[in-house]
């Protein structure tokens, strides 16, 4: 049976509260140099998930890239364009909502479920910040202007990927709330990494995994009981990259 820890009207006024906080984070966060000074609902401290310091950018290393940008496949093109869809948040929001929806979970549970997910990605999104502007590593096509991305780079630096971030954290709590779709939420995460990638505004750093959104990840797996195991979701999100895809901090 389904654990609902909090009160129902707490879990409620958290949801609206987290996602008025997401609407600015959508509004903001690609420019916002302060986003990291924001308060956070969970993490101790701003910096408490601040990562080591990334490796020296130079154009030397971004032969990956232009391979990507010069031979898009429609697999690709298709992720970018879905991931780019929205903030880092957006499309995870529409991703819970639909598993939600699939699995006829109820109304007070749903909203905990949102809830959770949204105060992940927040205070992801928060830490994220701190650390692109502890190291204000800058976008490959700011080191290399014979890069020319296929998305906007955004006002930020790129170390850690937003992206890659968020989706480390929402993929988190997804699985730790449905353990049987675990799976599912990963390989949408590692799309979600992998498209920064392919749209040219984010480097390849090993190893080669999504280390930035698995710190986050493995902070948050914790943060829901699991929910009633249903079916395994079907295939219905984005396909996989092609195979040998790096993924990106």
Sequence with gaps: MMT???????????????????????????????????????LSSRNQLRLPAPPTATADKFRSIHDYLATPNSVALEQIAFWDAG?????????????????????PLATRALALISVAMYDATIAAWDSKYAYNRPRPSQVDPTIHPLVSNGGSPSYPSEHAVVAGAASAVLASLFPDGADSFNDLAEEAARSRLFAGTQQ???PLVCSSGARWAGWWSNMGSPMVPARRSPDHFPPRPANGAELIR
Excluded: D, H, M
């Design 204 to 206: 390849a750093i090993p």
């Design 4 to 42: 609902f820890r909090a009160r129902t009207w707490r879990g409620s006024c958290l949801a609206i509260l987290v996602l008025l906080g997401l609407s600015a984070v959508n509004s903001w966060s690609q420019v916002e140099p302060k986003a990291g000074q924001w308060k956070t609902w969970v």
């Design 87 to 107: 903030s880092p948040t957006f499309r995870w929001i529409q991703i819970a909502a639909q598993e939600l929806s699939r699995r006829n979970i109820a109304a």
